[in-house]
Each structure stands twice: as C-alpha cells, then as structure tokens.
C-alpha cells in the first residue's frame, strides 16, 4: 500500500466526510476516488437493538442519507 497520494482533497470535501462521521452512531462512511479526486460520499447507518429488543436510535433524523 503507497503511501504517498495524489487525492485532491477540498475543505469542502473534508467538511462532508466530517459530517457524515459525526451523525453516525452506528455505521460506516465509503469514500469514492476516481482519478485522484473524491466522487462519492456514502454514509450507512445501522439500527441495533439491545439485549431487551429496544431499538437503539441513531443519531441524526435521516438514518439512510447520502452524500
């Protein structure tokens, strides 16, 4: 694995890969490259339910948003 990149990555760029993490309780962020530049932003939450089958709710209002 090189790690040395060429990935231009914008402030803004930074921002929505921020956000993305700090809605997230539960769940994973995939960046898309293509060519050296970021595509895509996909954010994926997952809804866990505790020992007593109550749902955990997540953090932020739309649970299954992208970016």
Do not use: C, W, Y
Request: glycine share 4%; aromatic share 2%.
């Amino acid at each position: 694995m090189s790690t040395l990149s060429n990935v231009n990555v914008t402030e803004e760029v930074i921002a929505e890969i921020q956000h993305a993490i700090e809605q997230l309780r539960f769940g994973s962020v995939e960046i898309t490259v293509h060519e050296g530049r970021v595509t895509q932003i996909e954010k994926r939450e997952k809804v866990r339910f505790g020992q007593d089958a109550q749902r955990i709710k997540p953090t932020a209002p739309a649970a299954a948003s992208n970016h």
